[in-house]
């Protein structure tokens, strides 16, 4: 499936679950309907905040947004009616942002990483830039840092820089309880395979799923004629087992000298 967006060339792409939407950024950050019934999939709407450097979207409804001049958006997906709240960050180069499974917002800025808790950071504030109350704070010395990235099912936080990879733990970051229909990271290599066939299945279309009528209901001819001559042979060798049987001699030979 391909998409033209007419715009620039994408730097970011995420996918919220639970509203069926694709964001991409742009020059703008577009937003679009994600439908399976629906190939040509089109722009439904576009809303233009500024200069973007990067996007996230959590599980549930938010989406967050941070720009070149140093100032995090938090999002309300259902209606876009505003910033549910914002506020600035201090230090040189771009801002990375990370959702955990538990909602729990990481942003890194300079040379630290900052990690704010629910509900603060979808508590709107007014007007004011306060930023939230801080969850947790890890100062890293090695510059410049790249990315963070949240550990599924797990209270780690990956911190990526110049001079390799740094964890740090969130307490209560982590999605302690999973749906092993949803994602299991216990399957073994039969189950992943399970799993993938169900999702090529999925992206079938539902008409295409049928029986064929001039099929159905005829038999098999190529095994019914292998049947046919394995009961002839069957037949045939029991006839002959039998009349071996009648030709030998019955009972006990006397020899006399």
């Known amino acids: 499936m391909a998409l033209k967006t007419t715009l620039s060339l ?4 995420e996918e919220m679950l639970d509203v069926a939407m694709i964001y991409t950024l742009q020059e703008t950050l577009a937003r679009y309907l994600n439908r399976p019934d629906h190939l040509n999939l089109k722009a439904r709407d ?3 905040f500024g200069s973007i450097s990067t996007l996230s979207t959590a599980i549930g409804r938010y989406l ?3 720009g070149h001049d140093g100032k995090v958006k938090v999002w309300d997906c259902r209606n876009w009616k505003g910033v549910v709240r914002e506020w600035s960050v201090h230090g040189a180069g771009d801002v990375e942002l990370e959702w955990s499974q538990k909602g729990y917002l990481g942003v ?3 040379g630290s990483v900052n990690v704010y808790h629910p509900p603060h950071i979808i508590t709107s504030h007014g007007a004011s830039l306060a930023p939230p ?4 704070t890890h100062p890293v010395p090695h510059r410049p840092l790249t990315s963070l990235r949240f550990e599924p099912f797990s209270d780690v936080l990956a911190i990526g820089h110049n001079k390799g990879l740094t964890s ?13 229909y949803k994602a299991d990271p216990f399957e073994s290599s039969k189950q992943r395979r399970e799993r ?3 999702g090529l299945l999925d992206k079938i279309q539902p008409d295409l799923i049928t029986l064929d009528p001039l099929f159905t209901g005829k038999f098999d001819t190529s095994s019914v004629s292998a049947l046919s001559s394995s009961l002839v042979a069957t037949t045939v060798q029991s006839l002959l087992d039998k009349s ?3 030709k030998r001699p019955q009972g006990p030979i006397s020899c006399l000298l």
């Not at 994408?10 to 792409?13: G, N, T, W």
Request: glycine share 8%.
């Open 10 to 13: 994408p730097q970011s792409m």
């Open 46 to 48: 576009t809303h233009i």
């Open 64 to 66: 967050v947004t941070a």
């Open 108 to 110: 890194l800025s300079g």
């Open 133 to 136: 109350p801080l969850y947790l």
């Open 168 to 180: 740090i733990i969130v307490p209560g970051a982590g999605e302690p309880q999973f749906d092993s």
């Open 196 to 198: 993938e066939i169900k």
């Open 244 to 246: 071996d049987n009648l």
